[in-house]
């Protein structure tokens, strides 16, 4: 029986490792029915927070995959018993951040204990594509600047052989763009379709659009994830991904990104020791 997935302050996460993941997508291959997939990560959930629209797509979609090693924390604190009394509970709860938190670092399979890993929405598209290559489906890359979406899909051939790319085509998130693309993808008819326009575009453009494109199975929103398949922007090495740092090494990367980084960290730590608090 399927694990039902939890809510970080009231967005929805799946409780699935990566095969798993695969696995459902396999199974939507041969479903007569459309689905999406979305990457849910601390800044998702607080973008959530103040867009309700948002929230509602996060919370339908078929997967929301726990893209953030925030998110695994999370899962975790608020699984943690609260005392009734709300005084000690406001103590008790901050022990728990650190511990929990210091876990990440020290001790990272106990923050696995409520959701399984961490799966990168640019990590995912290369096994989806192997898929796609297994089972003679096609993919479009929608979305991407600078043409980056022909040399991820040129990249993406290079290493699956026989993955058919259906076309790809920059567009763009806001509707008036909406009729072009719907004619562009439709001619393509692909099987499985990337948007790459960061959140919450990308996402609404999928609500928005997926039941005009008659041919695509799956739709899954991948933000920047071209920018690293194609090497225009260089991701942190495997070792600071698995010790959950991947965020600092964009801050000092890109210290413009300052201001998400500050809402993905600090700000979701506080807004969720606050529901822990809250809770009786």
């Given at each position: 029986?399927?694990?039902?997935?939890?809510?970080i302050l009231g967005v929805q996460v799946n409780k699935k490792s990566e095969?798993?993941?695969?696995?459902?997508?396999?199974?939507?291959?041969?479903?007569?029915?459309?689905?999406?997939?979305?990457?849910?990560?601390?800044?998702?959930?607080?973008?959530?927070?103040?867009?309700?629209?948002?929230?509602?797509?996060?919370?339908?979609?078929?997967?929301?995959?726990?893209?953030?090693?925030?998110?695994?924390?999370?899962?975790?604190?608020?699984?943690?018993?609260?005392?009734?009394?709300?005084?000690?509970?406001?103590?008790?709860?901050?022990?728990?951040?650190?511990?929990?938190?210091?876990?990440?670092?020290?001790?990272?399979?106990?923050?696995?204990?409520?959701?399984?890993?961490?799966?990168?929405?640019?990590?995912?598209?290369?096994?989806?594509?192997?898929?796609?290559?297994?089972?003679?489906?096609?993919?479009?890359?929608?979305?991407?600047?600078?043409?980056?979406?022909?040399?991820?899909?040129?990249?993406?051939?290079?290493?699956?052989?026989?993955?058919?790319?259906?076309?790809?085509?920059?567009?763009?998130?806001?509707?008036?763009?909406?009729?072009?693309?719907?004619?562009?993808?439709?001619?393509?008819?692909?099987?499985?379709?990337?948007?790459?326009?960061?959140?919450?575009?990308?996402?609404?453009?999928?609500?928005?659009?997926?039941?005009?494109?008659?041919?695509?199975?799956?739709?899954?929103?991948?933000?920047?994830?071209?920018?690293?398949?194609?090497?225009?922007?260089?991701?942190?090495?495997?070792?600071?991904?698995?010790?959950?740092?991947?965020?600092?090494?964009?801050?000092?990367?890109?210290?413009?990104?300052?201001?998400?980084?500050?809402?993905?960290?600090?700000?979701?730590?506080?807004?969720?020791?606050?529901?822990?608090?809250?809770?009786?």
């Amino acid at each position: 029986m399927p694990s039902q997935p939890i809510k970080i302050l009231g967005v929805q996460v799946n409780k699935k490792s990566e095969s798993e993941v695969l696995k459902q997508v396999r199974e939507f291959f041969s479903s007569g029915n459309q689905h999406y997939l979305v990457t849910t990560n601390p800044e998702f959930i607080m973008a959530a927070q103040e867009d309700s629209e948002f929230r509602e797509i996060i919370n339908q979609a078929d997967i929301s995959i726990p893209d953030g090693i925030g998110l695994l924390w999370a899962a975790r604190f608020l699984s943690l018993p609260a005392a009734s009394n709300k005084l000690w509970r406001v103590f008790q709860a901050a022990g728990q951040v650190i511990y929990t938190g210091a876990s990440l670092v020290f001790y990272p399979r106990y923050c696995r204990g409520v959701l399984p890993e961490r799966i990168s929405g640019t990590d995912l598209i290369r096994p989806l594509a192997q898929l796609c290559a297994q089972a003679g489906k096609s993919l479009y890359l929608l979305g991407g600047r600078l043409r980056v979406g022909g040399k991820t899909a040129a990249i993406l051939q290079k290493e699956f052989p026989g993955l058919k790319i259906a076309g790809t085509y920059e567009g763009e998130a806001l509707s008036a763009g909406d009729q072009k693309a719907h004619q562009r993808i439709n001619k393509a008819q692909p099987d499985v379709l990337l948007v790459a326009y960061g959140h919450p575009k990308q996402e609404k453009w999928v609500a928005r659009n997926l039941a005009k494109l008659p041919s695509v199975k799956i739709a899954m929103g991948v933000g920047g994830a071209y920018d690293f398949i194609a090497g225009k922007v260089q991701r942190a090495p495997k070792i600071i991904r698995s010790l959950g740092l991947e965020w600092l090494w964009r801050l000092i990367k890109q210290p413009q990104r300052v201001g998400r980084i500050f809402t993905a960290t600090i700000k979701f730590i506080w807004a969720v020791y606050q529901e822990k608090v809250r809770r009786s």
